[in-house]
C-alpha cells in the first residue's frame, strides 16, 4: 500500500472515531423521552373508594432518577398559564420500576373518595409529568395523557 493510501485511512479512522464520539457524548445528553402513557379513572362507587392510575415509560441514556406527576382539570388556570417545571416541584413521585438498560416503568396511583370527587371540577383533567434523568435533564409533559371526571 502506498503512503498516501495508509495516511488517507488513518485520517478516515480519525474522524470516524471522533464522530462516534461525538454522538455518544451528544446521546448521553438527550432529555428522558416518555412513551406509553395511559391514565385509568375509576369513580367511587356503592360505598367504594375510586382510584387514578397513572403509568408511562421512561427512557434516558444516563438512568432515570424520578418521574413526578400531578393531574389537573382542563380549565384550571394552568390552562391559562402554562404549568411549568418550578409548578411540578410539590407534585408527587411516581414509582419506577427498571424494564430496559435505560428504561423503565413508572406507575402513580392515588385513591379518590366521594368527597374528593365531589369537591372537585367536572369534566376533562390531563396528568403532567416531569421525568428527570440521572444526568439532570429533564422533560416536561403537561398532557402526558387525559381522564374524565363526572
Known sequence: MSRRMVLSVAAGAVVLVGAGAY???????QPPALTHSTARYTAPEGGRDGSLTFATSVTASSGVKNVKVLA???NSSFAKNKLTAK?????EPAVCKPFKKH??????????TVSDVESS???VWHVAVLATARNGTTTLDTQ???FLVK
Open 23 to 29: 454522538a455518544l457524548a451528544y446521546a448521553g445528553e
Open 72 to 74: 389537573w382539570p382542563q
Open 87 to 91: 409548578d411540578m416541584a410539590a407534585a
Open 103 to 112: 428504561t423503565a416503568t413508572c406507575t402513580y396511583r392515588i385513591t379518590t
Open 121 to 123: 371540577p367536572r369534566g
Open 144 to 146: 402526558a395523557a387525559d
